[in-house]
C-alpha cells in the first residue's frame, strides 16, 4: 500500500512537473528593451487577438503617444529574427523616441516565436549578439530565425503553402510571418500573429506601416524600399530624401502576385500606407562563412541601423507632406549620429546618461 502511494505521488510529481514545464514553454520570449520616457503604455499583440496570450507568438507592443492628436506610425522589426538592423531600429525607437505630435506603435519582435530557432538562415551567426553600452555591462540582443520555431505549431509543414489571401508559396513557409499576412483567426501560430497585428493596425488607426527588414549584401533588395501602391508616391519622396542625405535605396512597387506579404496585404486590408524596407546584412549573404553582422567593415549594425531610422523619419515626412495625419518625434539618432556614435549611447545603460 506505502509503495502504491509512493508511485501515485511520484506520478502525480511527474505530472505537476510536466505541466509546469509546457507551461514555461508557453511563455514568450522577453528581451532586453528599456523603454525610455516617450513609451507611454505597455501592451501585447494577445491585446488585439486573446487567443495569442500565453503563447510564444505574443510579443510586446510600445506605445508612444504625444498627447497631441494627429496619425498614427506603426513601425515593426523582427519579423524575421534574423534581420537584426530592423530589431535594433525598433529597440531605439522604444528607448530614445519621444514623440512631439501623434502616436508612434512599436513591435520590435513581430514574429517573437522565430527567437529562439536556428535554421539555415543563421548559419555562423550566434544566437545572441552583444553591443558595448556607455558606462555599464554590455547589452545582448537575440539573433533568431526567418521561421517561426516548428516546436511551436500544432502540424508539421505542408507540402505547399496557400496563404489566406490564395499565394502560392513552399510548405515551409506557412511559419514565415511574411508570407501568412493577413492571418487567420483560428490559423496556425505565424496566421495568428499576422492576424494579431491586422487587428492591431485597424484597431488603432494605423496611417503609416513599416516593416523592417534585412537581405543579403548582394541580394537584388539590399537597400530597398517597398511601397503598396496607395503609398508609392510617398515611398518616392522618401526615396528622394534619402538620396539627398546620401543614403542610395532602390524603390520597389509591391506587385499584386506579392500574397501574403506585409507591404501587400496591410495595404489591401487596413487604411495604413504600407512600406517595408531593407538593409544588407552580412549574416544573410552565402558567400560568407563566418558574417560579422555587428562590426562587419563594409556593412556594420550601425549603420544599417542607421539606415533604417533614416528611412522611418523620409517615409513619415513623405507620408506626411502629402496628407497623412501628421506624425513628429525627437530624440532619436541620424545616421550621421550613428555612424559618428556607434549604437552604444543609443541604447539606455544601466547607469544614468551623461
Ligand atoms: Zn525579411
Redesign the pocket.
Given at each position: 500500500m506505502a509503495n502504491r502511494m509512493r508511485i501515485a505521488m511520484a506520478a502525480v510529481g511527474l505530472l505537476l512537473f510536466g505541466l509546469a514545464l509546457g507551461a514555461y514553454a508557453q511563455t514568450p520570449a522577453f528581451h532586453d528593451i528599456r523603454p525610455g520616457y516617450g513609451v507611454t503604455a505597455i501592451g501585447w499583440l494577445s491585446d488585439y487577438h486573446p487567443p495569442l496570450r500565453g503563447t510564444p507568438g505574443d510579443s510586446r507592443v510600445y506605445i508612444l503617444d504625444s498627447g497631441v492628436p494627429g496619425g498614427t506610425l506603426y513601425v515593426q522589426g523582427g519579423?524575421?529574427g534574423n534581420?537584426i538592423a530592423?530589431v535594433m531600429a525598433a529597440t531605439i525607437l522604444v528607448e530614445r523616441a519621444i514623440p512631439t505630435v501623434g502616436r508612434i506603435i512599436v513591435v520590435p519582435h513581430g514574429n517573437n516565436a522565430n527567437v529562439d530557432y536556428n535554421d539555415g538562415y543563421r548559419s555562423g551567426v550566434p544566437s545572441y549578439v552583444t553591443i558595448e553600452v556607455q558606462g555599464g555591462v554590455p547589452r545582448s540582443f537575440r539573433y533568431g530565425s526567418?521561421r517561426t520555431n516548428p516546436a511551436y505549431e500544432a502540424e508539421p509543414d505542408p507540402d505547399i503553402y496557400v496563404s489566406p489571401d490564395g499565394g502560392v508559396h513552399e510548405g515551409n513557409e506557412i511559419r514565415n510571418l511574411?508570407r501568412v499576412h493577413p492571418g487567420k483567426p483560428d490559423g496556425t501560430l505565424t496566421e495568428q500573429i499576422a492576424y494579431a497585428i491586422r487587428q492591431l493596425l485597424i484597431e488603432e488607426n494605423v496611417d503609416v506601416a513599416i516593416d523592417l527588414?534585412?537581405?543579403g549584401v548582394n541580394s537584388r533588395l539590399a537597400n530597398t524600399l517597398v511601397a503598396h501602391e496607395r503609398a508609392l508616391e510617398a515611398a518616392v519622396y522618401a526615396v528622394l530624401d534619402l538620396s539627398a542625405q546620401g543614403l542610395h535605396f532602390n524603390l520597389e512597387p509591391s506587385r499584386q502576385e506579392y500574397r501574403g506579404l506585409s507591404h501587400r496585404e496591410w495595404g489591401d486590408h487596413t487604411k495604413a500606407l504600407a512600406f517595408l524596407t531593407?538593409t544588407a546584412n552580412p549574416g544573410q549573404t552565402d558567400e560568407y562563412t563566418a558574417p560579422d553582422v555587428v562590426n562587419d567593415p563594409k556593412n556594420p549594425l550601425h549603420d544599417r541601423v542607421g539606415r533604417q531610422l533614416a528611412a522611418v523619419r523620409a517615409i513619415v515626412d513623405a507620408a506626411v507632406l502629402l496628407g497623412a495625419p501628421p506624425v513628429s518625434y525627437e530624440g532619436v539618432p541620424t545616421y550621421a549620429d550613428l555612424v559618428r556614435d556607434g549604437l552604444g549611447p543609443w541604447l539606455n545603460a544601466p547607469t544614468a546618461q551623461p
Amino acid at each position: 500500500m506505502a509503495n502504491r502511494m509512493r508511485i501515485a505521488m511520484a506520478a502525480v510529481g511527474l505530472l505537476l512537473f510536466g505541466l509546469a514545464l509546457g507551461a514555461y514553454a508557453q511563455t514568450p520570449a522577453f528581451h532586453d528593451i528599456r523603454p525610455g520616457y516617450g513609451v507611454t503604455a505597455i501592451g501585447w499583440l494577445s491585446d488585439y487577438h486573446p487567443p495569442l496570450r500565453g503563447t510564444p507568438g505574443d510579443s510586446r507592443v510600445y506605445i508612444l503617444d504625444s498627447g497631441v492628436p494627429g496619425g498614427t506610425l506603426y513601425v515593426q522589426g523582427g519579423t524575421h529574427g534574423n534581420e537584426i538592423a530592423g530589431v535594433m531600429a525598433a529597440t531605439i525607437l522604444v528607448e530614445r523616441a519621444i514623440p512631439t505630435v501623434g502616436r508612434i506603435i512599436v513591435v520590435p519582435h513581430g514574429n517573437n516565436a522565430n527567437v529562439d530557432y536556428n535554421d539555415g538562415y543563421r548559419s555562423g551567426v550566434p544566437s545572441y549578439v552583444t553591443i558595448e553600452v556607455q558606462g555599464g555591462v554590455p547589452r545582448s540582443f537575440r539573433y533568431g530565425s526567418r521561421r517561426t520555431n516548428p516546436a511551436y505549431e500544432a502540424e508539421p509543414d505542408p507540402d505547399i503553402y496557400v496563404s489566406p489571401d490564395g499565394g502560392v508559396h513552399e510548405g515551409n513557409e506557412i511559419r514565415n510571418l511574411n508570407r501568412v499576412h493577413p492571418g487567420k483567426p483560428d490559423g496556425t501560430l505565424t496566421e495568428q500573429i499576422a492576424y494579431a497585428i491586422r487587428q492591431l493596425l485597424i484597431e488603432e488607426n494605423v496611417d503609416v506601416a513599416i516593416d523592417l527588414h534585412e537581405a543579403g549584401v548582394n541580394s537584388r533588395l539590399a537597400n530597398t524600399l517597398v511601397a503598396h501602391e496607395r503609398a508609392l508616391e510617398a515611398a518616392v519622396y522618401a526615396v528622394l530624401d534619402l538620396s539627398a542625405q546620401g543614403l542610395h535605396f532602390n524603390l520597389e512597387p509591391s506587385r499584386q502576385e506579392y500574397r501574403g506579404l506585409s507591404h501587400r496585404e496591410w495595404g489591401d486590408h487596413t487604411k495604413a500606407l504600407a512600406f517595408l524596407t531593407e538593409t544588407a546584412n552580412p549574416g544573410q549573404t552565402d558567400e560568407y562563412t563566418a558574417p560579422d553582422v555587428v562590426n562587419d567593415p563594409k556593412n556594420p549594425l550601425h549603420d544599417r541601423v542607421g539606415r533604417q531610422l533614416a528611412a522611418v523619419r523620409a517615409i513619415v515626412d513623405a507620408a506626411v507632406l502629402l496628407g497623412a495625419p501628421p506624425v513628429s518625434y525627437e530624440g532619436v539618432p541620424t545616421y550621421a549620429d550613428l555612424v559618428r556614435d556607434g549604437l552604444g549611447p543609443w541604447l539606455n545603460a544601466p547607469t544614468a546618461q551623461p
